[in-house]
């Protein structure tokens, strides 16, 4: 699903859902109580202290002390290139993602999947910083996401679903303002702009404004604006959603590069035949749970990874009760 409300990557604004006025079922028996602040000012604080208390207490390791109150997180694993512990996000009533606890080995490939509306975009925006948890924490490279928002965005490379792109710039200037606000040298911006250009088949179109571009050049354009700085964990919510074939495996040579020079790639989509092929790991979402993960053959149990995911996931339907679709 689109978020249009959603902020650009680093744009410093954040969105706040509103406390819900009762709380959902399944609320942590020893969560913050409904109607105080969530996440918030005074929340955050608190929990800023839990984290000191524990630093004293294990000489001053940020990641090893880690303590959120109320909620059965485990630890954060500064090990690991994504790391979250008790990630929740309430819509009102709805529950959106229900205590998720993931690690992302570094250096893996890996694929998010589920259905439509099982959460992947919700968790993705709260492990980014583009979306405050209801609950939980998130640590990326080693860096608590909320804590340390600023240094934790400067490691990753995030292609967020639906946000505002400033598509009144051209694709080249789209590239170069990402890379500029990144903080590179002019000359290293203007380098890497064109490379990206290239292999995103961007060139010919690098003077039109990007509101002019197809859905798949947008995308690409996007992609390539959260490459520029070279990030060490890349997140990409269906990169490869209405690109064409030829510059979908222009991209997964990129990301297989890229993977293969050390960093790390998590990628959203419901292509499981491209996931199969294209990832070393594998997650599944439904109903803002985490059923599986793993690698794709430990996730995959020896059949096609479709097959396993309709196994976990349910839903299917037989097409029968629509007689009026019948000739
Ligand atoms: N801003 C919002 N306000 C209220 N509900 C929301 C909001 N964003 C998402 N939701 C709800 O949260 C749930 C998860 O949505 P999300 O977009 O994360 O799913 P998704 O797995 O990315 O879906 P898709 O594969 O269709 O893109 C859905 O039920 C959706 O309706």
């Known amino acids: 699903m689109t978020h249009p409300s959603f902020p650009h990557e680093g744009s410093g604004q954040e969105h706040h859902p509103q406390p819900p006025a009762q709380p959902p079922a399944g609320n942590p028996a020893n969560a913050p109580q409904y109607g105080a602040p969530q996440y ?7 929990q800023q202290g839990q984290r000191q208390r524990g630093m004293q207490q294990s000489g001053g390791a940020p990641a090893e002390s880690y303590v959120q109150p109320g ?4 630890q954060l694993n500064p090990d690991a290139a994504i790391s979250v512990r008790g990630l929740t996000q309430d819509f009102g009533q709805h529950r959106a993602v229900d205590n998720l606890n993931w690690d992302v080995p570094r250096g893996s490939f890996y694929g998010l999947v589920g259905p439509n509306g099982a959460g992947k975009t ?20 080693g860096v608590d996401v ?22 009144r710039l051209t694709g080249a200037q789209l590239i170069t303002y990402a890379g500029l606000l990144r903080g590179l040298d002019r000359h290293v911006v203007d380098q890497r702009c064109e490379d990206l250009l290239r292999v995103m088949d961007l060139t010919e179109a690098k003077d039109k404004v990007v509101a002019d571009y197809s859905a798949g050049m947008t995308k690409k354009v996007a992609l390539a604006a959260s490459m520029i700085h070279s990030p060490r964990v890349l997140i990409l919510d269906e990169p490869f ?10 991209i997964r040579d990129i990301l297989a590069k890229y993977v293969a020079g050390g960093g790390t790639v998590v990628v959203s989509s419901h292509v499981m035949d491209l ?27 020896g059949q096609s990874l479709e097959d396993r995911f309709v196994d976990l996931v349910g839903g299917r339907s037989s097409g029968e009760g629509l007689a009026w679709l019948d000739h």
Request: net charge negative.
């Open 146 to 167: 909320w804590a340390d928002p600023l240094k934790a965005k400067a490691t990753m490379g995030v292609l967020a679903d639906g946000v505002f792109l400033f598509d």
């Open 275 to 301: 996931v199969q092929r294209m990832c070393d790991h594998v997650a599944v979402i439904s109903q803002g749970k985490l059923l599986a993960a793993g690698t794709v053959d430990e996730v995959r149990g």
């Open 122 to 141: 919700t968790a993705l925006s709260m492990l980014t910083g583009l979306l405050r948890p209801t609950y939980g924490g998130a640590m990326v490279a």
């Open 40 to 46: 918030g000012e005074q929340q955050f604080a608190h």
């Open 71 to 74: 909620l059965n997180l485990g």
């Open 241 to 250: 959603e209405a690109v064409d074939p030829v510059s979908a495996a222009n």
